[in-house]
């Protein structure tokens, strides 16, 4: 964790983390869906791109940052 930290070139902040986490992760595992059936896991959501989704939650992020911060998000999860 702390090494893919290091080599990232952004860092999201914790708010916008746990705002990402839980709306496309956590709601998703409290209503059973399993871990790789989320949208965070998918990148789709109501059949459209996760990035869409999330650029509209973030609209200061950059789109390379709110990639980041999908990929970031998922590293978070997996371990």
């Known amino acids: ?19 990402l986490l839980n709306k496309y992760f956590f709601a998703y595992i409290d209503r059973g869906f399993t871990q790789d059936e989320t949208p965070l896991f998918t990148g789709i959501i109501d059949g459209k791109p996760l990035t869409d989704a999330v650029s509209q939650d973030f609209l200061e992020l950059r789109r390379d940052e ?14």
Do not use: G, S
């Not at 893919?4 to 902040?13: G, I």
């Open 1 to 19: 964790m702390i090494t893919q930290a290091l080599f990232c070139k952004w860092k999201p902040n914790e708010n916008d983390m746990n705002t």
């Open 66 to 79: 709110v990639a980041e911060l999908i990929d970031f998000a998922k590293r978070e999860v997996e371990l």
